[in-house]
């Protein structure tokens, strides 16, 4: 088991890893809209600017495990409002292209520091 962990996506704001390699799987933890400069600042703008800092973030943690957006096999996407699908949809049809990972896609009450999207991914490392 290898614990991930890179400067290029924002640290874990509490006592748990970015992602975690196992058996050749990469298991991140959710990413939300933070910067990536050691701030720990919520991007504080629409969901769509928040949504397109929680794909690099991720892409990140995922590069840094060994693998990558094209290497994903499952993600959840956690949004405080269920109006904003439309848009975070957009936004990850965009980021994943062809490759088109199984989904869930749930609404929470709250994210962390009020986010209005989380997303998490399992994926193979290359």
């Known amino acids: 088991m290898k614990f991930v962990q890179t400067d290029k996506a924002p640290s874990a704001i509490g006592p748990y890893s970015q992602a975690v390699v196992v058996d050749g799987m990469v298991y991140t933890s959710g990413q939300i809209a933070l910067l990536a400069d050691g701030s720990d600042d919520l991007l504080t703008q629409d969901v769509v600017a928040q ?7 991720l892409k990140a943690v995922l590069n840094e495990a060994g693998s990558g957006l094209e290497s994903v096999l499952k993600t959840t996407i956690f949004l405080a409002d269920m109006d904003d699908f439309a848009e975070v949809n957009e936004i990850y049809a965009e980021a994943f292209g062809s490759h088109k990972p199984v989904r869930s896609t749930v609404a929470v009450k709250t994210l962390p520091k009020n986010a209005l999207v989380e997303i998490d991914a399992v994926a193979l490392v290359k």
């Open 51 to 57: 949504t397109q800092q929680v794909i690099q973030n």
